[in-house]
């Protein structure tokens, strides 16, 4: 369930994809896009990307939010007359949060991996600044999306309560605090 960053809890432990998950995680057979593993060997070994990775990911999902939340500007004055309409913009603002959460969460996860690898400090801290981010866009995400939905059951994820995950999203900026270096290993999938 994307408008959560959730699972069903058999598939990720707490349900809830974490930052070390996005690290973890394969990209689809076929789509033709780089997984953070993947693209951090490929980097650090100065191969092209010919694939999409992360971060044009990451850009596109950013240049998305950007562009509706821009967009919605001229929108709001006639929904104030129109319920309809007011509804429409309320859950394109509120996609375009959970975009920027996401973009923010691939650019952590990413610079996550490169401290993984390298222990720089600088890209720890990234890690850590994308995170925070992530968090920030998160809880205007929830406070837009449960002011107009109700926590509900979902059939394939169970009870979703979109605010109470903001402390799993605030884990990630704890797990990316603690990370040690060389704790990300590369299943070669």
């Known amino acids: 369930y994307p408008e959560a960053c959730l699972s069903h809890r058999r598939s990720k432990g ?10 973890e995680g394969s990209s ?5 896009v780089l997984c953070i593993r ?9 191969k092209p990307m010919k694939e999409t990775t992360p971060l044009e990911i990451a850009n596109a999902l950013d240049g998305a939010a950007s562009e509706t939340l821009a967009s919605l500007d001229s929108l709001r004055e006639a929904a104030n007359q129109d319920l309809e309409l007011q509804k429409n913009v309320n859950d394109c603002e509120a996609f375009a949060w959970l975009g920027r959460y996401y973009a923010s ?12 690898a390298n222990s720089d400090k600088f890209d720890h801290d990234a890690s850590l ?10 809880k205007k ?3 837009i999306r449960d002011a107009h939905y109700v926590p509900a059951m979902y059939n394939r994820v169970g009870f979703v309560d979109v605010t109470a ?3 799993k999203v ?6 990316a605090r603690s990370w040690e270096p060389g704790s990300l290993k590369d299943d070669g999938k």
């Open 129 to 138: 600044h994308h995170l925070e981010d992530a968090l920030s866009h998160w």
């Open 165 to 167: 995950l903001t402390g």
């Open 170 to 175: 605030a884990a990630d900026i704890d797990i």
């Open 14 to 23: 707490q349900g809830f994809y974490t930052v070390q998950h996005f690290m």
């Open 28 to 32: 689809m057979p076929g789509a033709n």
């Open 141 to 143: 995400y929830a406070t």
């Open 38 to 46: 993947d693209w951090r060997k490929r980097l650090m070994e100065r």
């Open 105 to 116: 969460k691939i650019r952590g996860s990413c610079a996550l991996a490169l401290f993984d």
